[in-house]
């Protein structure tokens, strides 16, 4: 089946320890999101992608870096984690124009 | 600017009784609007969408969504809820500005069916 696949599920990594959480398509979808999503609030945008074109929302931290090396794959590296860090990272992807928002089934990040 | 509200953080429900959720829209020009649901520690789950047509829209699992441009509403419905609907949900508008794809989302109301 057509999905959004996100990996690792879990990660823990240390204060100020890089971090890498990955996301990849078979949709073959042109954009792809992520965001950030706390305790039960509103997933809030990071930044998306519209193919290799890159679009950072205003208040996205600078620790927070993207990548996205081809249509299928996208990451999310956080630079130096803090504890406010600590959150559900979520991977999304739509067509782009009317087409719906497919989600993969996140990656919850904990700061020790 | 675009937005939606879910004037609701909770809805508590009995089991077998019909359900809504709650979600108002403000856009200009026609709206993309869009219901999500989310279990614990997974991601958002598609539930339905209305884009143009009818202004009734059926869904997933048994879920339905009434568009109601004159209220500016598009609330969730489901005719007999189970437990298994507990769960968060989000209502959502696609931004229409040109050349974004972003899409809005609502504060969420978490569904609790009680046995």
């Known amino acids: 089946d057509a999905m959004v696949i996100q990996n690792p599920r879990y990660q823990v990594t240390q204060f100020g320890k890089p971090v890498t959480l990955s996301c990849s398509q078979t949709l073959n979808h042109n954009v792809m999101y992520w965001y950030q999503q706390k305790s039960s609030q509103a997933p809030k945008l990071l930044f998306h992608y519209y193919d290799k074109d890159f679009n950072n929302e205003a208040d996205t931290p600078d620790n927070f870096q993207s990548r996205r090396p081809n249509t299928s794959f996208c990451f999310l590296d956080i630079r130096s984690p803090g504890l406010g860090d600590a959150a559900m990272y979520l991977c999304?992807?739509?067509?782009?124009?009317?087409?719906?928002?497919?989600f993969g089934p996140g990656t919850r990040l904990l700061v020790l | 600017a675009q937005s939606v509200a879910q004037p609701e953080d909770q809805v508590n429900v009995a089991e077998g009784n019909p359900l809504t959720v709650k979600c108002t829209y403000s856009v200009s020009g026609n709206p993309y609007l869009f219901w999500y649901v989310q279990y614990p520690n997974r991601g958002l789950q598609f539930l339905l969408k209305y884009i143009t047509g009818d202004n009734l829209v059926k869904g997933s699992y048994g879920f339905e969504a009434e568009f109601n441009k004159s209220q500016t509403s598009f609330h969730l419905k489901k005719p007999s809820a189970l437990v298994s609907d507990s769960a968060l949900y989000f209502c959502?508008?696609?931004?229409?500005?040109?050349?974004?794809?972003?899409?809005?989302f609502g504060t969420g109301t978490r569904l609790k069916v009680l046995a």
């Open positions: 959502a508008v696609r931004d229409i500005q040109p050349g974004t794809y972003k899409y809005i």
């Open positions: 999304a992807t739509s067509s782009g124009s009317q087409g719906t928002q497919y």
